[in-house]
């Protein structure tokens, strides 16, 4: 008698290779899919798989641990981070948000810093994006994803900093 548990060639598969990386919430806020994403280069993947989140507070997390690479006073409102298991993530804060001239947003790093995930990043003032008629939804690229082989978006809803948005497959 054989007696052992056959999984699917899929499930094999990721487990085999394991988890690269998950790619958590940088903010608090409601998970939106990507396709819902009001910005079409980040909606249509042309920039890597994405996630927003419409953010109940102004205060942005590193969504993994690596190193800044990208990271302005003049354009506070995007920050890359370069992660050592190799997916390269994004982090940009609004759309529309570069016509403010990095008005309303506080950097509390810089670039070249080593982050650990959910580490603060910058503040922002959601009621200044507001105003400048900005959207103020925080979206998570991996910018560098049609390197891997499958990534995972988690399902809509609630969302706290260090909850993984994104599951990155080898």
Not at 105 to 116: E, H, I, P, T, Y
């Amino acid at each position: 008698m054989g007696g052992g548990l056959t999984l699917p060639a899929e499930s094999q598969r990721i487990l085999k290779s394991g988890v690269d990386l998950e790619v958590c919430a940088p903010v608090r806020g409601v998970l939106a899919p990507m396709e819902d994403i009001p910005d079409p280069v980040f909606s249509s993947g042309i920039m890597g798989t994405a996630a927003g989140i419409w953010p109940a507070s102004g205060c942005v997390c590193a969504p993994a641990t690596g190193e800044i690479t990208i990271m302005s006073p003049v354009m506070p409102h995007a920050i890359t981070i370069k992660t050592s298991a190799g997916p390269i993530i994004m982090v940009h804060v609004g759309v529309g948000t570069v016509d403010m001239h990095g008005a309303g947003f506080r950097l509390l790093r810089a670039r070249g810093d080593n982050v650990q995930a959910g580490d603060p990043l910058l503040e922002f003032d959601i009621g200044r994006v507001h105003a400048a008629n900005k959207c103020e939804i925080v979206i998570v690229i991996v910018t560098n994803s049609e390197r891997y082989g499958r990534l995972v978006l988690a399902e809509p809803g609630l969302v706290e900093p260090n909850d993984p948005v994104i599951t990155v497959y080898v």
